[in-house]
């Protein structure tokens, strides 16, 4: 069935932009040149609506005062074609914004509304936000206007909605972890990587799911090709608290193997669930987390020896020696460390 010119439009700019009536594409050659439809994104990307003067020094910043107002108004009159006429954008207060009849949807903006309720379902225990979130997340095909050749001006909106991805995405890979979903987490911090593949933070969670899964090899393996990624950038080592994991789980490895067989013993404390404000973590709860048991002063047969970013031993213990000590300082994380990584840090004593 063919398409009105009075059906809504729907936007897409999570990823390429894309503008469609009904079913139908609206092709390139439809809006005359590429700035009709940024002005579009620019316009959606603030309901409230701008006047002219933001928008100059968006779009025509070398521009004076007269070519401003004449490229202003060709553009959005461009525009206002496209749409369905001089109402589509509307001026009050001498702020354009869009008409809200005009677009029926616009994926940046379902994304945020879907992604903050659903965050707040889980924050209040609803069994049902994780699907939703995990939808919300799909929703982000990729960074804004990823592609495009928009103007610096969309910069400070793809680095919110990047954060925005970030934060809900670690939310629901946080929550996956507490319902031992081990492989949708795993999916959920690829996912995390996908965007940035040297976030540490994903990094670190990805190893911990994997470990959780039973699969060590392929936690390893992460953190090896984070190491090999990094190397290509100037003066950038993995952080510590990378480090340390994947050394914690190499080590894991090497003394199930002397033993023949897995323990896992409880270390006695809370340190292993917990709640908002400063938590120790002891030595027990991270081999606990990574699938092993070491209870505060049981004797172990690998040394395991931390670096500063220089490659500088900062830290060690001795063959046949015991970690009592906490390993990490979590801050403000709601979970256990099985659960999340992203608010721990380890603590480390010069040697």
């Not at 004076?64 to 001026?91: A, D, E, M, P």
């Not at 909605?161 to 959920?188: C, I, K, N």
């Not at 690998?302 to 300082?329: C, E, M, N, V, Y």
Request: proline letters at 6%.
């Amino acid at each position: 069935m063919p398409t009105t010119d009075t059906e809504p439009l729907r936007g897409q700019a999570l990823g390429g932009l894309q503008v469609f009536r009904g079913a139908d594409l609206l092709e390139t050659s439809a809006w005359g040149s590429a700035r009709p439809r940024e002005l579009l994104m620019y316009l959606l990307l603030q309901p409230d609506g701008v006047t002219t003067e933001p928008v100059g020094l968006a779009f025509w910043p070398e521009a004076s005062t007269t070519q401003l107002r004449n490229n202003f108004h060709v553009t959005l009159h461009r525009l206002r074609k496209v749409l369905g006429g001089s109402k589509s954008v509307i001026v009050q207060a001498d702020r354009y914004r869009v008409a809200p009849d005009v677009v029926g949807e616009f994926d940046v903006a379902l994304f945020e509304a879907d992604a903050s309720s659903a965050q707040r379902g889980i924050a209040g225990g609803n069994p049902s936000a994780s699907a939703r979130l995990d939808q919300a997340i799909s929703r982000y095909g990729d960074d804004l206007l990823d592609g495009e050749p928009a103007g610096d001006w969309h910069q400070p909106f793809r680095d919110r909605l990047r954060s925005r991805f970030l934060d809900a995405a670690f939310a629901l890979g946080d929550r996956q972890m507490q319902e031992e979903r081990y492989p949708r987490a795993v999916e959920t911090y690829r996912r995390v990587l996908a965007r940035d593949e040297l976030h540490e933070w994903a990094v670190r969670a990805l190893m911990l799911s994997l470990v959780r899964l039973g699969e060590r090899a392929h936690a390893l393996r992460a953190y090896e090709r984070v190491v090999k990624l990094l190397r290509k950038e100037p003066n950038a080592p993995p952080e510590a608290e990378t480090v340390l994991l994947a050394q914690r789980i190499q080590q894991v490895a090497i003394e199930e193997g002397r033993r023949g067989e897995t323990t896992s013993q409880e270390d006695g404390g809370s340190a292993g669930a917990l709640g908002y404000g400063n938590q120790l973590v002891t030595s027990a709860t991270v081999r606990r987390a990574l699938g092993a048991g070491d209870s505060p002063g049981s004797p172990t047969s690998t040394s395991a020896t931390i670096r500063s970013p220089s490659g500088t031993p900062i830290a060690a213990r001795a063959p046949g020696s015991a970690i009592t000590a906490p390993l990490f300082r979590c801050v403000a994380s709601p979970n256990a460390l099985a659960v999340s990584m992203r608010f721990c840090t380890p603590i480390i004593v010069a040697a």
